[in-house]
């Protein structure tokens, strides 16, 4: 069974950082394009920063540009969103997902997505 479970978030005040990560398993994701998603209460759910099979490429919101890095580490088969500097308006339900497909970028269609973690900035 495929598995995206992420973790790390919580309740920090502005200008203060998580760092979040997301352990695949039920398979391997090395050759897959992965993202970190997020929602808001009443919106839609975005696409914060996603990071390319190999780690050589990466996109980010421009919301989050400057301040969000997206790493990953095939070996553990894990992907990572350090955040740092945030705002009361990163506040949100933070996804990880994984494309489909095999090294390709930009991701053509994100298939699987873990349950979500709660990020919550207090002003």
Known sequence: QVQLVESGGGLVQTGGSLRLSCAASGRTFSTNTMGWFRQAPGKERELVA???????????????????????????????????????????????????????????????????TQVTVSS
Do not use: H
């Open 50 to 116: 996603a990071i390319s099979w190999s780690g050589g490429s990466t996109v980010y919101a421009d919301s989050v540009k400057g301040r969000f890095t997206i790493s990953r580490d095939n070996a553990k088969n894990t992907v990572y969103l350090q955040m740092n500097s945030l705002r009361p308006e990163d506040t949100a339900v933070y996804y990880c997902a994984a494309d489909s497909g095999k090294r390709t970028w930009p991701a053509r269609r994100y298939d699987y997505w873990g349950q979500g």
